[in-house]
């Protein structure tokens, strides 16, 4: 059985898909007798339709759509029917294009055209425990945010009341006193309502670090990499989810390479972190690196 290509300009909302169905050696078009190619529209107010749209299409299937932020409930689904996803670059498909004027239908077929000539711009997709780890780690730092944010506007709420305690005024004893302090009704009730704040946010980042923890257990490579002190515990997680499977390193091997060297500054000597305890982090980077670089790279087809 042929593989079937399908190319879709996603939206929001809806979706636009172009496709040609091959069967017995021949070219054969779905809903049409035209020679031309199938052009659908479907709505994603009714998922159910989506699905069963896809699941008509006999295996193998490769679905191939601009990489956004809105799709990954379509991946899920696509992934979910056995359908092979190809995310692409949207600056690079679009300057592929042969015409100026731009519509959902073209997208759609230029997304397939790409596709069946093999240019079409493929971004590398983490794998399924790869991007929830991802996830967690976005959602981690929109905490911090919020509690350095909640941080610095007790400090503010601190000094304009005449203490400058520092990061002292974050133990029990800096509390009582700013609680204590002379201040106006308005900075008493921001306070008290940004140290209402504060309490839930250290406790979720706990248990960030707690899924954390449970995630990290059993794998090599953040196992090596939590070898190296400067690291800590939450770098070696990044690290490794970014370069998992080890097809990353075919484009961003020495990169990473480079940025765990000399951003983290850990190769040379030091009190922190000496080489011996880097080389086998950065050891098992390189020979993952090296390994994808004997093999043909999954983007050839013949």
Known sequence: ?????????????????????????????????????????????????????????????????????????????????????????????????????????????????????????????????????????????????IRTMSKNSLQAIALQSGLAKGSRLFTKAGQQELGTAMMSPALQWQCEHWWQLLEPLNKQLLETMVWFKAQSKGDACIHACGLIPALGCLRPSALCTRCNPSVAFVTHGRWLLMRASIRWNVPQPSANASLGSVKPALGYCATCWWKQRRQPSEKTRT
């Not at 929001?12 to 049409?32: M, P």
């Not at 007798?33 to 006999?58: C, N």
């Not at 498909?93 to 055209?113: P, Y």
């Open 1 to 145: 059985m042929d593989t079937i290509y399908i190319g879709v300009d996603f939206h929001a909302r809806q979706q636009t898909i172009c496709y040609l169905k091959t069967e017995t050696g021949e070219l054969v078009i779905s809903e049409t007798e035209t020679g031309e190619l199938v052009i659908s529209e479907l709505k994603h107010q009714d998922k159910e339709k989506v699905r069963a749209f896809y699941a008509q299409f006999p295996r193998p299937v490769i679905v191939g759509l601009e990489a956004s932020g809105y799709s990954p409930w379509f991946e899920r689904l696509l992934e979910e029917l056995g359908c092979e996803v190809w995310l692409g670059h949207a600056t690079e498909i679009r300057r592929r294009a042969r015409w100026r004027q731009k519509n959902d239908r073209r997208d759609a077929e230029l997304i397939w055209d790409l596709m069946m000539h093999n240019e079409f711009p493929r971004l590398h997709r983490p794998a399924p425990q790869s991007r929830e780890v991802l996830r967690m780690l976005r959602y981690r730092q929109k905490l911090i945010k």
